[in-house]
């Protein structure tokens, strides 16, 4: 069975600083992976997800990540945040196979000015 | 946008009381899912359906039933509500096929047992 780890659950980070949250994956088969995000008291949207081809994606607000399959890591980025920035992220993986979505327990994204 | 949509949005009800949640979505996918999302807990899984009245339980099924009698229709039913399901429930849909795959969330449904 597939599972997604997200370990840090807050990440205070100074405005225009650069920020990394960090997800890791387990699975014995291929997967495809997203990221997502939830502004405060809104639902889920779509950052971004990597199906195949180049493991640098690029998606919404700025926003990145690279998958290593080596390290089985899904890692979001961005160069210089915003006050806009702050919500909470979470990561998440559909296996080859069982098709089943699986997500991580989300990480807090607090912008301090 | 994505074609799903949860009603109610909000609701609140007593203790001991049966609800029932839905999920419609029109874009034809395959799996549909049901979340509660409460603080420090992220997303957990409730229920979710892989088919037409194939569905399996989630982590947090306990006090929660489902069915799936249509590709478009998820519902999810409390059977007697208590305090410790006051949370907010997302439905999800998804569908993976010819190497691509995608993920769709409603907006949610705050519910509050009193």
């Known amino acids: 069975a597939q599972s997604v780890t997200q370990l840090d659950s807050q990440v205070p980070v100074f405005e225009e600083a650069p920020v990394e949250l960090r997800c890791n994956y387990s699975?014995?088969?291929?997967?495809?992976l997203f990221w997502y995000v939830q502004y405060p008291n809104q639902g889920l949207q779509l950052l971004l997800k990597?199906?195949?081809?180049?493991?640098l994606v690029k998606g919404i607000n700025g926003f990145e990540a690279e998958f290593n399959k080596s390290q089985t890591s899904f890692h979001l980025r961005k160069p210089s945040v915003h006050i806009s920035d702050t919500a909470e992220y979470f990561c998440a993986v559909i296996n080859f196979g069982n098709e089943k979505l699986t997500f991580g327990t989300g990480t807090r994204l607090t912008i301090i000015p | 946008d994505a074609g799903i949509t949860q009603s109610p949005r909000h609701k609140v009800t007593e203790t001991g009381t049966p609800v029932t949640l839905r999920c419609h979505q029109t874009e034809n996918h395959r799996y549909m899912y049901w979340y509660r999302q409460d603080p420090g807990h992220g997303l957990r899984l409730i229920h979710y359906?892989?088919?037409?009245?194939?569905?399996d339980k989630g982590e947090v099924s306990d006090g929660y039933s489902v069915s799936r009698s249509k590709t478009e229709d998820f519902l999810l039913t409390l059977e007697s509500a208590t305090s410790s399901q006051t949370s907010v429930y997302f439905c999800?849909?998804?569908?993976?096929?010819?190497?691509?795959?995608?993920?769709?969330f409603g907006q949610g449904t705050r519910l509050t047992v009193v």
């Open positions: 990597y199906l195949s081809g180049s493991t």
């Open positions: 699975s014995s088969v291929s997967v495809y």
């Open positions: 999800a849909i998804s569908e993976t096929s010819g190497g691509s795959s995608e993920a769709f």
């Open positions: 359906s892989y088919g037409v009245k194939d569905t």
